[in-house]
């Protein structure tokens, strides 16, 4: 299978089928009704209204990534503080490596995604014991008024230089955060904040060329 690969900085976008969001909300609803357990987000009253959201998100992230790479789609809607699939959303093999990725998504208001932009991982989760990550994907959700839910593609993070502090910033507890903008706010827990040009872009195959609203976009 023809692959390219980007240069840092960049990124894709494509469109999201209204399959792959039914898929999703399926999965979650089945998962509210039998899977009564805590989620990762309980412990922040703000988010625990969100737990459907949230949950729709993150399975949404984990159907896109399947579909792109010709994987298979998840069956169940996780989002457990136990870790159910311990950190390991995909297993995939090449001819010299294994990565088992765990897939974070997220939502914003636009697709127009700036190299200062992060991702947070909990270090809770970062470090849990028996976690089987050895990469996180991110991807970024927005709407648009005339193509419907857009997804942007933004790469790896690699969890081992995430760890060393090869890349990323690790904040404690209790820390105040200053943002780019001026605003601030204090983390509620010990966080690994990755910044998107740090990431490493995704790999694009001939099919996910062809697929509806495929393009290369640059942070900016």
């Known amino acids: 299978m023809e692959q390219t690969l ?5 990124y894709i976008q494509i469109s999201v089928a209204e399959k792959q969001k039914l898929l999703a909300r399926e999965l979650v609803e089945y998962s509210l009704k039998h899977h009564p357990v805590s989620n990762i987000w309980d412990r922040h009253a703000e988010k625990l ?3 459907r959201m949230l949950r729709f998100t993150g399975t949404l992230g984990e159907i896109l990534f399947a579909d792109c790479y010709h994987l298979p789609r998840p069956f169940r809607s996780f989002g457990a503080s136990d870790g159910q699939d311990w950190g390991q959303d995909f297993l ?3 001819e010299e490596h294994t990565f088992s990725v765990d897939i974070k998504s997220m939502k914003r208001k636009s697709g127009v995604l700036g190299p200062d932009y992060v991702l947070n991982i909990p270090a809770s989760q970062l470090n849990k014991h028996g ?3 050895s990469h996180y994907f991110c991807i970024s959700f927005h709407q648009c008024e005339t193509n419907g839910t857009i997804a942007s593609l933004l790469g790896f993070v690699d969890k081992l230089a995430l760890e060393n502090g090869h890349i990323g ?4 507890y209790g820390t105040k955060r200053v943002r780019t903008d001026g605003s601030s706010f204090t983390f509620n827990e010990s966080t690994y904040e990755v910044l998107f040009h740090e990431m490493d872009p995704p790999v694009i195959t ?3 060329r062809r697929l509806k609203g495929f393009r290369i976009c640059m942070l900016k």
Do not use: V
Not at 6 to 10: A, E, N
Not at 169 to 172: A, D, M
């Open 6 to 10: 980007l240069t840092k900085g960049t």
């Open 49 to 51: 209204s969100q737990t």
């Open 92 to 94: 995939i093999k090449t």
């Open 131 to 133: 976690s089987r990550t």
């Open 169 to 172: 910033q690790f904040y404690k």
């Open 206 to 208: 001939s099919f996910i």
